[in-house]
């Protein structure tokens, strides 16, 4: 099985991000600004609805804006599907050139509509099948250790009273298995998703088992790749956040539940605006820089693509 090959992947990107960006932003800045006119939109009265819902304890309200939000998201994977096939295209070295405007909706995007939401499907379904078996665990190992005497707050469950405190040993293992369905939705996500663009767009088909089959015995390598790439954007955006926000953009507040959700809503919607056009800004690179590691790693991962006449070499 094919390695993908770190330090080149993170080269290319660097490389054929800053030095395309501007042909990376006529390709995608229409999609890109429809995104974010979007979210001004339906985002931030999203906001709001749900906060006031919250606070009448309004279900249907609940309900409605929720609707939205879907009915957003999955308009929104169109413009993404645009974005991912310009850039794709551009990063296998498909298409040459740049231009002022894309706007195209053919089959190509279509395919990639089809495949963002299948694995957004997928991820669904896994992810409630992973809190289900660890909650299912979770009750098990719980009850033996109630039976060992390791957890005695479970006798007073048993007779009614509720507990203050968990034990340590059910704390811990609350603990492990909030890990474990981290770490698993992590490493499924990431082998499903990195190739998941050319994949679709340079084999013109749907498959997610194609990229968990690439991707086999690289998520570490991928990893890194997708940490020395995403995290720099995301951590400035992070950075960014605190300073226009506040601490508790990133951060949790003593206020948990329904009324921490609400609270950190209510301080976010007033900077909403900035925080979108500071996206807007950080796209490109976001953008440029993971999709041109995955078309460099895919690549490097299925050599036949070269007799094709795909040609992917470092700018």
């Not at 405190?165 to 704390?171: I, W």
């Not at 996206?279 to 790693?297: R, Y």
Request: with cysteine; proline share 5%.
């Amino acid at each position: 099985m094919a390695k993908v090959p770190v330090g080149k992947t993170i080269a290319f990107s660097y490389g054929f991000t800053f030095g395309n960006i501007g042909a990376i932003i006529g390709q995608i800045w229409l999609p890109l600004l429809l995104l974010t006119l979007g979210r001004f939109f339906v985002i931030s009265p999203y906001y709001e609805s749900f906060s006031q819902a919250m606070v009448q304890d309004n279900t249907a309200l609940v309900q409605q804006a929720a609707v939205t939000l879907l009915f957003y998201m999955l308009v929104a994977l169109i413009f993404y599907a645009m974005i991912y096939v310009s850039l794709t295209r551009q990063a296998l070295g498909l298409t040459h050139g740049s231009s002022f405007l894309r706007f195209s909706l053919g089959a190509a995007e279509w395919r990639m509509y089809g495949a963002i939401l299948a694995l957004t499907l997928a991820m669904v379904v896994l992810v409630f099948l992973i809190v289900l078996t660890a909650a299912l665990l979770g009750s098990v190992v719980t009850a033996v250790l109630g039976a060992a005497g390791m957890a005695p707050e479970m006798a007073s469950v048993a007779k009614g009273a509720t507990p203050k405190v968990l034990s340590p040993a059910v704390a811990t293992v609350g603990t492990l298995i909030f890990l474990f369905i981290i770490c698993a939705s992590i490493y499924v996500f990431v082998r499903l998703f990195f190739v998941l663009a050319p994949v679709t767009v340079a084999e013109e088909q749907i498959s997610l088992g194609r990229g968990w089959q690439l991707t086999a015995k690289n998520f570490w390598r991928i990893f890194l790749v997708l940490l020395a790439t995403v995290g720099p954007i995301v951590l400035l955006i992070l950075i960014c956040e605190a300073v226009i926000v506040g601490p508790d953009a990133i951060m949790s507040n003593a206020d948990t539940g329904f009324a921490g959700t609400v609270s950190r809503m209510e301080k976010m919607r007033p900077h909403l605006p900035v925080l979108y056009g500071l996206g807007f800004v950080l796209s490109p690179f976001l953008f440029g820089l993971v999709l041109s590691a995955s078309a460099f790693a895919y690549r490097t991962l299925v050599p036949p693509l070269a007799a094709r006449g795909v040609i992917l070499d470092a700018p």
